[in-house]
Nanobody, 116 residues
Framework: QVQLVESGGGLMQAGGSLRLSCAAS????????MRWYRQAPGKQRELVAT???????HYADSVKGRFTISRDNAKNTVSLQMNSLKPEDTAVYYC??????????WGQGTQVTVSS
């Protein structure tokens, strides 16, 4: 079955930037909305950013003005550009997508750690 695989996570000092990417492996699908979630230790999973099939975007208040979500429909990929990183951005980041058959797909997550 199709899998989503995140990449680009790592360790960064506060104020730095990282770019996360998520790509589908296996069969090629056309996705509807694509999203990034994150989960910090001891906290609930949080919706960070969403991009619809027509390019509309939404962001959590905590990342507005710092993060940008984008997608490449031809490649079925979604990216998250993270600027001005803060220690509170430290979390495991997950990509998510749904297709037009109403199936939801998740990646396994990539760790982002921001040091002060």
């Amino acid at each position: 079955q199709v899998q989503l695989v995140e990449s680009g996570g790592g360790l960064m000092q506060a104020g730095g930037s990282l770019r996360l990417s998520c790509a589908a492996s296996g069969s090629i699908f056309s996705f509807n909305a694509m999203r990034w979630y994150r989960q910090a230790p001891g906290k609930q999973r949080e919706l960070v950013a969403t991009i619809s099939s027509n390019g509309n975007t939404h962001y959590a208040d905590s990342v507005k003005g710092r993060f940008t979500i984008s997608r490449d429909n031809a490649k079925n990929t979604v990216s998250l550009q993270m600027n001005s990183l803060k220690p509170e951005d430290t979390a495991v980041y997950y990509c998510n997508a749904d297709d037009y058959n109403h199936f939801y797909y998740w990646g396994q997550g990539t760790q982002v750690t921001v040091s002060s």
